[in-house]
């Protein structure tokens, strides 16, 4: 009976820390300070963003969102085109024609393929590569900053942002947002976090799936080592 109680306890630990680290990433920090009107500093929460990696649709939406929006400036180095096709079930020739703005070869790199020199002179900061932002900073972290940009005539590009003020980045969603209702703005948001999801861990959901069918298998096998525990031990007693 010891043998299987260590090896219940094992297991317990397996899935325990298989689910602590997926959760484990959420962003400690919170999303930065802001001044109320009466000047006191208050700490902004991080909104949660909808990420569900197996919602292909949104992931979808937020690879062509990205592609339109952002990669114009930042790049995303680990992530190849023909990636996109494959994992995203988007046609190749969907890809081709509407997501590969910057170059024409499917193994290509997501590149703004801008030099960073003079993206740093232009604005002052280097846009970073967004491979792995979400891992960097936490889904909710990048969901929140992206809904915090406000207009601010006092800033070069005419925009600043809470979650990290005087921000260098320009406030590219402002059309989008005049043009949106406030449910369909947040869902595109939430769309290009999701691929940005995605594109951090792009194995995360088949990642998951192996997961639950190794403890499944060790549940199985339990079975037949308590048979094998008790009979070995049947004689001895
Ligand atoms: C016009 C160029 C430009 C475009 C387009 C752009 N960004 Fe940026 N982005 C920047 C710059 C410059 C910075 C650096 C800001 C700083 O350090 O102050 C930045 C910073 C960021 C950061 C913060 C990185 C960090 O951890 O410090 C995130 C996240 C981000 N951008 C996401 C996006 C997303 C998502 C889009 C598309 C919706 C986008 N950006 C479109 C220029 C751009």
Redesign the pocket.
Known sequence: MKAVKKLVAGLGLTVALGLGATSAQASAEGCGTYKTVDGKEAHLACEKAPVDLTNKASIQRGAS??MS??A???SAQYVRYSKMYKDLDIPKELVEKYLMLTTDQVGDHINAGVDPEL?KAW?G????D?SL?TR??GNDW?YT??LAFYEDPSRPWGANNIV?PN????F??HDMQMNTSKEEYRRNIGD?VNF?AWMAEPQAHQRKIYGFWVILFLLALLIPVYLLNKEFWKDVK
């Open positions: 969102l990205f929006y952002c114009g400036c930042h993206q604005f900061a280097q846009p970073p967004l932002e960097l900073r990048v900053y992206l990290m921000v260098a980045m320009p590219v969603l290009i940005m």
